[in-house]
């Protein structure tokens, strides 16, 4: 007897159906341990559809573009938060200020968004010039959320003090509760889908910083490397790549010397 409040039995088969569509369209490898965790994450959209078994939901997947995408935000990683692994943003707000330009910054999995806010803040402050602030994501549906610029009033937590009053309103009536990103720091940002595994757009040009943090732990040795390939002409010599402070690099065979936990400067 199946019971409701359960998904139905994934076989590996299946498993492995998902697994290689995730794979395709993201380079993330669900490890041969996420069985149970994908049927899991998975049984709501089964429910949605009224349907009883994998088999059906992945015939579902092929007839309807649109669901791959939902099936994707429910077992990509997209956890985020303002100033996260702060020791970056307090690096590069030192060496913003000696850059001696207008500097090109590039949160490259931007997710909702609070990563690139963070970094046009700090942008702000470390180049009071004038900055430019590409922020992008393969998933339209976080890039969509981060262009609001609007977040729950419990991230102001994160940030130092009081910069929550000199980049953001707050919320009133419909928006009561939320932190509004203010205007003056939404001119120099820019929204853009680009998934990394596949060639880059043309027009993105060089950067002074990448950052690629937290999506590398789900990418191969090779996914990794290829991705890691692909971003190098876009970072100028000197320029800084930051990954997550639990991912690793240091296999690859690339123009780039360690100055930092998880900072690399581009050779
Ligand atoms: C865990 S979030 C990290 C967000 C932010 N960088 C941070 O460190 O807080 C990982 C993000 O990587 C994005 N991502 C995963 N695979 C990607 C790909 N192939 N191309 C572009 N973005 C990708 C996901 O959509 C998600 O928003």
């Not at 590039?106 to 690139?116: F, N, P, V």
Request: glycine share 8%; proline share 5%.
């Amino acid at each position: 007897m199946t019971d409701a409040s359960s998904p139905p039995h994934l076989d590996q088969a299946g498993f492995e159906r998902i697994r290689q569509r995730v794979h395709q369209a993201t380079g993330h490898r669900l490890a041969d341990t996420r069985l149970g965790v994908v049927a899991g994450r998975l049984h709501s959209r089964l429910q949605h559809h009224g349907l009883s078994s994998f088999e059906a939901y992945l015939e579902l997947v092929d007839a309807q573009p649109g669901e791959q995408a939902l099936l994707l935000s429910l077992l990509i990683a997209r956890d985020t938060y303002f100033f996260r692994e702060h020791r970056h943003f307090e690096h590069l707000l030192r060496w913003l200020a000696g850059i001696g330009h207008r500097p090109r910054l590039w949160s490259a999995a931007c997710a909702t968004g609070e990563e690139a806010w963070s970094l046009a803040m700090v942008a702000d402050q470390g180049a009071p010039g004038g900055w430019e602030v590409l922020a992008s994501d393969y998933d339209d549906c976080l890039l969509q959320q981060a262009r609001t610029g609007l977040y729950d009033v419990n991230q102001a937590r994160y940030f130092p003090p009081g910069w929550v009053s000199r980049y953001c309103l707050c919320g009133a009536e419909q928006t009561a509760g939320r932190l509004r990103i203010a205007a003056g720091l939404r001119e120099g940002v820019r929204f853009e889908n680009i998934n990394l595994i596949r060639p880059l757009p043309e027009h993105l040009g060089a950067f002074d910083a990448i950052l690629l943090r937290n999506l590398l732990a789900g990418f191969d040795e090779r996914c990794k490397a290829d991705v890691l390939l692909r971003l190098m002409p876009h970072l100028r010599p000197g320029g800084l790549l930051m990954i997550g402070h639990s991912e690793s690099i240091h296999r690859l065979d690339l123009p780039l010397r360690p100055i930092l936990p998880s900072v690399f400067e581009r050779l």
